[in-house]
């Protein structure tokens, strides 16, 4: 009974295995999931984390006017790595380990914005509202979140109950209005696209070019589900200062 509460007490900012719901990593390796409604279109998702009251604001120091560029050094840094690692750390090795490690560069800590049953995708929305601010449109600058809704069935109940689920970074934002997002999915870190503007295309139909990268795999028989259907909205918490120009690598 002590071992149960002591697990149930550690599962503050883990839950985001985008391909791969919670639990053991044996029995979901050849889980897909095929929802049985239809995917979701763009909305604010102001009813997605529990209806319980924001926790309190708590008091965070300042943050350095180069945070979002180091945030964003940090991220570039990673694409390619199939491990979170960062400064001799290594960090949990999904998509909330990967914002946590990050952001970890400019100061930032996430730990403590969680509520009761909160996973930790919920928890970094939480902060972002208590700290800063979430937003649905405009244009995102690179260095902020962005949060995503039912990229797995989490509870496997087969219904698209189950909220934010993904989250990732800007890294920068195209000419026609493209998001470049670098995140942690199954194979590693990663760049995908996504464009709000045409949320179910997955690419241009005169360029051939992808505006949409496929965040849900498709179960047997069902369209593949895209970045701009699954996108819930964009978390601000870095100083508003417009980051200098990083080299990628």
Not at 37 to 54: I, K, N, Y
């Amino acid at each position: 009974m002590r071992l149960c509460v002591l697990l149930a007490g550690m599962v503050v900012l883990t839950g985001c295995a985008t391909g791969m719901p919670m639990g053991g990593r044996v029995i979901a390796s050849s889980y897909r999931y095929s929802p049985l409604t239809p995917a979701a279109a763009p909305r604010a998702p102001l009813s997605e984390p529990a209806p319980s009251p924001a926790p309190q604001k708590q008091k965070v120091r300042p943050l350095p006017p180069d945070a979002r560029e180091d945030v964003l050094a940090a991220a570039r840094g990673l694409v390619g790595s199939s491990k979170v690692r960062l400064a001799g750390r290594t960090w949990p090795n999904d998509c909330t380990g990967f914002v946590e490690a990050v952001y970890a560069k400019a100061g930032v800590s996430f730990r403590g914005a969680n509520l009761s049953r909160d996973n930790g995708v919920t928890a970094m929305y939480r902060y972002a509202r208590t700290h800063g601010r979430v937003y649905t449109r405009g244009r995102p600058k690179p260095g902020d979140l962005v949060f995503f809704r039912e990229t797995y069935d989490q509870n496997r109940d087969g219904r698209r109950n189950d909220g934010l689920t993904h989250v990732g970074v800007v890294d920068e934002v195209e000419r026609d209005g493209t998001v470049v997002v670098i995140h942690r999915v199954k194979r590693g870190v990663v760049r995908y696209r996504m464009n709000l503007a045409k949320p179910s295309l997955r690419r241009d139909p005169r360029t051939g070019e992808v505006l949409n990268d496929m965040l849900r795999a498709p179960g047997a028989g069902k369209a593949p589900v895209l970045t701009g259907q699954l996108f819930a909205a964009y978390g601000s918490v870095l100083p508003e200062t417009a980051p200098t120009q990083v080299a990628r690598r």
